[in-house]
């Protein structure tokens, strides 16, 4: 068997069912490469080995006797059973951490399991671990972790974009070839367009968020990383649909057809034949890296020679989206973070005796720069006197947004093509102190998220020797269709160069004297002036 | 140390100016405990973003009504019949503070002089 680590998740289903490989091996060789790596990468805050390889074993016993009972019994296993998964440290494991990047969760075991998790164990997935994100999902770097950044295998001095930054980067360096990320703003695309892998947020109400711990609740939405469509798919499949513990989870049927996208390329490209594709000029904004713009138009006319039907549209309010969504993420994020008062759970600090200095010097103590600067604005945007002007301005601009796409929709088009992120991975550091640098990041990402339409990035080469992300967008409930298209580009492109590529600086985290990020975090910190945070408290 | 005393600050009314006051204000409001230093940085960066606001303005909502959800469900309704749930002790196994008799132990609230 050629190294498990870079072999497809239905590659390894098809070893799985064979008996050419066990999930034990498989979730072996995972966690080898992932506890070696880590410290160099810093994707994962928790590697559970003896979890998972627990679960692999049981995985393992499935298999087998699926096998002795017949064909149909191994065709109704998930693909994902016996594959290594990693999930994004908001979710919740029974017994496990969910730290949401944020010191204040510090400690906490989630006393049940997340409904993704359920139905991840029922696929018969192997759960490796959690993997690292901006605190609460706030952040497009994975810089704002209290546990550290992580790093870009493709250079390992730059952001892995985020806030799902360590599950982008765990799928880029073959720590996993799946991993679960959550998306309010871009937090699944961006990640995945700066690492090179493809990250999916589904159509709102698509996945239960029962069990993930909640940033902006009108936004917020799970979704699958993979390193190709196919992959996406099987896990988006794994996890999908209604679920009685979450109201917003819609009972929408989960369509089979995610398993069977097609293997030949060829079969694939001709989904694009007649597929009207709209490409929205709002989208290429002053700004973005022209490595990125070259990519993505070039992305579009191969799909266009491929017998797509492109043409440009307007999405008259786009400018309008940051603005919008730099109210409302924040204001949902102020009420849902209150629940952080240090009297049920997480991190306390009972030392004044009086209960509103004590809530002030646990939430001061627990959440870091960039939570507080947004509960800040949510505060103020919902506070007496400015409701008005800020959070229901915003929700009517909201209404706007999604009157654009629903024109495209109406006019018949099939897809909106878009660049995921107006620039490549950036160094460490460089928009850290500048909090609307870091936003106008996920400009072209956000307003999926206030439609509460589904939207992918794919990889679509590289500028400069990093990766850059074509982000599809679809009406809702569109999924299937995305990922056919995703898989047609994947076909179109399968002999390009760059497909053959691996993240240029993997290599580099082998060798144990490769800084960690946190360590270039504290060299970077330590030559710039005036890292006050921790200055005595008032 | 941020005090229920600031309730009397008035709001400047202008968008994108926000005072030092305001920012210890919202800071009690929003029950964060913040030092001077972050204090003084957050004046900054939040009229800053609040600058970026000010594009709304250029926009006419008045008749444009106002989106909270974008999917089409209303009224998630089921059958008011118990369903299985954790254990007690799996509820109170992250308290800080517990009793003996299975509830969570909070700080008093009556008859302090905290409140805003």
């Known amino acids: 068997m050629a190294d498990p680590t870079r072999l497809h998740a239905y590659e390894m289903a098809t070893l799985l069912r064979s008996g050419e490989a066990s999930s034990r091996q498989l979730t072996e060789a995972h966690l080898a490469v992932a506890e070696k790596q880590n410290r160099a990468l810093n994707a994962w805050l928790a590697i559970d080995r003896e979890a998972a390889l627990a679960q692999a074993d049981v995985a393992d016993m499935r298999i087998a006797e699926a096998r002795r009972s017949g064909a149909d019994a191994l065709a109704r296993l998930h693909p994902l059973c016996g ?15 969910a730290t949401a990047g944020s010191k204040i969760l510090e400690g906490y075991r989630a006393p049940f399991d997340a409904t993704v998790t359920a139905r991840l164990r029922e696929a018969g997935a192997v759960i490796m671990g959690k993997t690292n994100m901006d605190e609460f999902a706030m952040g497009s770097s994975t810089e704002h972790s209290a546990y550290g950044p992580t790093a870009n295998p493709w250079n390992l001095g730059r952001v892995p974009g985020g806030s799902s930054g360590g599950s982008a980067a765990a799928v880029a360096a073959y720590h996993a070839p799946v991993c679960i990320g959550t998306d309010t ?31 902006a609740s009108s936004l917020d939405q799970i979704g699958p990383f993979g390193r190709d469509a196919r992959d996406a798919a099987a896990l988006l499949h794994a996890v999908s649909g209604r ?13 089979a057809e995610l398993l069977d996208l097609p293997s030949s390329d060829d079969e694939a490209a001709a989904y694009l034949k007649g597929l009207r594709i709209a490409l929205p000029k709002e989208y290429f904004v002053a700004g973005m890296d022209p490595g990125v713009a070259a990519r993505i138009h070039e992305a579009v006319a191969t799909m266009e020679q491929a017998g797509a039907i492109v043409e440009e549209v307007s999405l008259p309010h786009t400018e309008y989206g940051l603005a919008a969504y730099y109210i409302i993420a924040p204001a949902e994020a102020s009420s849902n973070l209150a629940r952080f008062d240090g009297v049920r759970f997480g991190l306390n600090d009972r030392t004044s005796g009086e209960f509103i200095a004590d809530y002030l010097r646990t939430r001061g103590a627990g959440f870091g ?45 099939d897809a909106i093509c878009a ?38 990035s794919i990889p679509a080469g590289l500028a400069d020797g990093l990766p850059v992300g074509l982000q599809v967008i679809g009406a809702p409930w569109s999924e299937l269709s995305m990922l056919r ?20 600086e993997l290599e580099l985290t082998d060798d144990p004297t490769t800084p960690s990020p946190i360590e270039r975090m504290e060299r970077l910190t330590a030559t710039s002036a005036g890292a006050g945070d921790q200055s005595k408290r008032t | 140390m941020v005090h229920s005393g600031l309730a009397s600050v008035r709001y400047h009314r202008g968008m994108a100016n926000l005072t030092r006051a305001d920012v210890e204000h919202v800071a009690f409001l929003a029950r964060l405990g913040l030092t001077e230093a972050e204090m003084a940085r957050l004046e900054g960066q939040l009229n800053h973003i609040l600058e970026q606001y000010a594009i709304l303005q250029t926009l ?3 008749h444009i009504p106002p989106t909270a959800q974008t999917i089409e469900l209303a009224n998630i309704l089921r059958e008011d019949v118990v369903q299985p749930s954790i254990s007690v002790d799996e509820a109170l196994s992250n308290a800080p503070e517990r009793s003996a008799s299975g509830h969570f132990v909070v700080p008093a609230i009556l008859g302090g002089e905290g409140g805003a």
């Not at chain 1, 594959?83 to 951490?97: I, M, N, T, W, Y």
């Not at chain 1, 679920?243 to 049927?253: C, L, W």
């Not at chain 1, 298209?485 to 240029?504: C, D, K, S, V």
């Open chain 2, 60 to 62: 006419d909502t008045e």
């Open chain 1, 485 to 504: 298209l995703a898989r047609a580009y994947e076909g179109i492109t399968a002999r390009a160069p760059w497909r053959a590529l691996e993240p240029a």
């Open chain 1, 243 to 255: 679920d009685e513990r979450d109201a917003t989870s819609a009972p929408v049927p989960v369509p």
């Open chain 1, 419 to 456: 660049p995921t992120s107006p620039v490549t991975a950036f160094p460490l550091g460089a928009k850290l102190q500048d909090p609307v640098a870091m936003y106008l990041v996920d400009a072209c990402t956000l307003p999926l998220n206030l439609a509460g339409l589904p939207g992918m």
């Open chain 1, 83 to 97: 594959v290594p998964v990693g999930l994004k440290d908001l979710v919740s494991v029974k017994g496990g951490q």
């Open chain 1, 185 to 215: 703003g871009g937090s699944i695309r961006q990640p995945g367009s700066m690492c090179g892998v493809v990250g999916m947020k589904p159509t709102y109400g698509r996945v239960s968020r029962y069990g993930i711990v909640a940033f």
């Open chain 1, 369 to 413: 720069p960039e939570v507080k600067r947004r509960v800040m604005l949510g505060t103020y945007a919902l506070s007496a006197g400015y409701y008005d002007a800020y959070y229901l301005k915003a929700q009517k601009v909201r209404t706007l947004i999604k009157s654009d796409f629903d024109a495209v929709w109406a006019a018949g088009f």
